[in-house]
């Protein structure tokens, strides 16, 4: 698929381009409303995309390059567990290594899912949506994921926000938190009526049931979504964790631990799949999740008003995390202004997209929201309970 259909050709000016480059002033007027800011800013970062294409006809073949880059990714990541498993490579550099090219299959799965690449090829975006998905096993299968992201991008922030709530969005800053950005099994086993009571919400809005039959079989579907590979990621990740600290523990206390033999043979596997496949995307996904869930705001922001939705991340602070999203912090709130580009091109326009965002007012690194729990006012437990019991009583048919 190539853009040359969609733009308007070079050869004839297109009304929208006579506006290219206007200044919209120092900063947004008091008097604009957020929807009016809103389109100011889509307007400038389309404009900012077609200035990029025009420079760089290239770009067009948009097929080509998402092809190139998952297979590029892929193959990158192999040949770093091949150069790892035969001696050539240390663990220190193959688990950041294989984090960084797994990050790129992240950014081509979400562009999979809003369909830029191969939009009229359906068997080869499940083919790129697959191999993506064997890269990252510690994340939810691409084709349940699809629904929860598009339900994000029409509820960013409210209750019903599930994919950023099972990153733990929302949840107020602590050890827990930590520990549940680190171990996406234990963001559920520690939360377990919170994870029901905001699946619940997803549910009602999302799939409607019409009688128990149909909430079992959505609750099943929810359940399902990290079958089977997240299961086989985080299982092989919590024995090579119980296992290591196990003698740790042993040694520290002067008693080794004498394992089984058969114990010994199985974690050759274990340890080799950790450093080369499992534990690359425990870091990218801790990393994408804390950037994700923080730049995010969730909990008291108007629905549909995409100021509010997100913060943008530049602060240095956060670049080793950025590293290993692709610099997600940064370059996503314009994602949720104008959907429809690639992660490669948003990358390519951000100081130009961040220029008009800050004049519009869009936040830049606010730390406060660690403080708030992701709120973008001052967090309320004791109102937000509230609100919570009262949703928690309306009837299904009214969500």
């Known amino acids: 698929m190539t853009h040359a259909a969609r733009r308007t050709p070079r050869s004839t000016p297109a009304p929208a381009r006579r506006t290219i480059g206007r200044p919209v002033g120092s900063g947004s007027s008091p008097s604009m409303t957020d929807a009016q800011r809103t389109q100011v800013i889509r307007t400038e970062v389309q404009a900012a995309a077609a200035r990029l294409r025009d420079r760089h006809p290239w770009l067009d073949h948009q097929d080509a390059i998402g092809l190139f880059i998952q297979l590029a990714s892929v193959a990158g990541m192999v040949a770093c567990a091949v150069l790892y498993l035969q001696g050539m490579l240390a663990w220190w550099l193959t688990v950041p290594l294989v984090a960084i090219l797994a990050a790129f299959t992240h950014e081509m799965e979400h562009d999979l899912i809003h369909q830029l ?42 209750r019903s926000d599930l994919e950023e709530r099972s990153i733990t969005n929302g949840e107020p800053w602590g050890i827990k938190r930590f520990l549940m950005l680190v171990d996406s099994m234990l963001a559920n086993v520690l939360r377990v009526p919170t994870v029901m009571r905001y699946t619940g919400l997803y549910i009602r809005e999302v799939d409607r049931p019409q009688n128990p039959g149909e909430v079992r079989r959505a609750v099943i579907a929810k359940m399902s979504l990290y079958m089977p590979l997240g299961h086989v990621c985080w299982g092989t990740w919590h024995a090579f964790v119980v296992f290591h600290a196990v003698n740790l523990g042993g040694q520290w206390v002067g008693q080794p631990v004498v394992w089984p033999e058969w114990v010994h043979s199985a974690m050759t596997w274990v340890n080799a799949a950790t450093v080369c496949w499992v534990g690359p995307n425990v870091l990218r996904t801790f990393c994408l999740h804390f950037v994700s869930s923080n730049m995010h705001y969730y909990g008291d922001i108007e629905k549909g008003n995409v100021m509010q939705q997100c913060q943008v991340w530049t602060h240095p602070v ?82």
């Not at 709130?333 to 965002?357: D, K, L, S």
């Not at 830049?364 to 992701?374: C, K």
């Open 117 to 158: 690449y191969f939009k009229k090829n359906k068997p080869m975006q499940d083919f790129l949506l697959l191999i993506g998905w064997i890269a990252r096993p510690s994340t939810i299968n691409p084709w349940g994921r699809r629904h929860l992201h598009f339900h994000h991008h029409k509820v960013s922030g409210m």
């Open 318 to 399: 956060f670049w080793p995390v950025q590293l290993f999203c692709f610099n997600f912090g940064s370059t996503h709130a314009i994602h949720h202004f104008v959907v429809g580009q690639p992660f490669y091109v948003r990358q390519m326009i951000a100081g130009e997209a961040h220029a008009v965002m800050r004049r519009m007012g869009v936040r830049f690194n606010d730390f406060g929201s660690f403080r708030r729990a992701n709120r973008w006012g001052e967090h309320n437990p004791a109102a937000e309970r509230e609100a919570a019991r009262q949703t928690a009583a309306r009837p299904a048919s009214a969500a």
